[in-house]
């Protein structure tokens, strides 16, 4: 089971913590992450398409789960399928992390609501992978149009880059 972690919690965007926790959730290196993405061929787009399929479930407590709870409960939010997203492409041997910004609310201010997506390196591009986006809505890099203000990157080494906090 995973570690009960809020954004807060966990991450302290301007605090100390952020580059001990959020890392740990992504976990490469886990046999069920390894088996599901061999099975998927270690092909970005499938990995792509099989964590869009996932049942999303609207977080309650913001407890994150780790990628192999993801596989086995065949269901998590946004924070989950991406971490299962990254992990299995990690593994695979891709450059990829989670991204997480904050979404404005209906008049556009700064967020009310966190939210998280993978990216990848493809052909020297950043590759942003919205898995909650149903695959008939949001395509191999495609995202919603909606204004997203960035908070920060991370893979399993721990925080790539902060953009606020």
């Not at 989950?80 to 992390?97: E, Y």
């Amino acid at each position: 089971m995973g570690v009960k972690c809020d954004l807060f919690s966990c991450m302290h965007i301007g605090g100390r913590d952020v580059d001990k926790a959020i890392h740990t959730y992504l976990t490469p290196e886990n046999p069920a992450v390894q088996v599901l993405a061999k099975t998927l061929h270690c092909d970005p787009r499938r990995i792509f398409r099989y964590c869009q399929r996932i049942t999303y479930v609207t977080p309650v407590d913001d407890a994150w789960q780790y990628p192999e709870e993801t596989i086995k409960k065949g269901a998590g939010d946004c924070m989950d399928t991406s971490l299962l997203c990254v992990s299995m492409l990690i593994h695979c041997g891709h450059d990829a992390w989670v991204s997480l910004v904050l979404l404005p609310d209906k008049k556009g201010t700064d967020g009310i609501e966190f939210h998280a997506y993978a990216e990848m390196k493809s052909g020297g591009k950043v590759v942003k992978l919205e898995t909650t986006c149903r695959p008939e809505k949001c395509g191999f890099g495609q995202m919603p149009k909606v204004r997203m203000v960035k908070l920060l990157d991370f893979d399993h080494n721990g925080v790539i880059k902060k953009y606020r906090g």
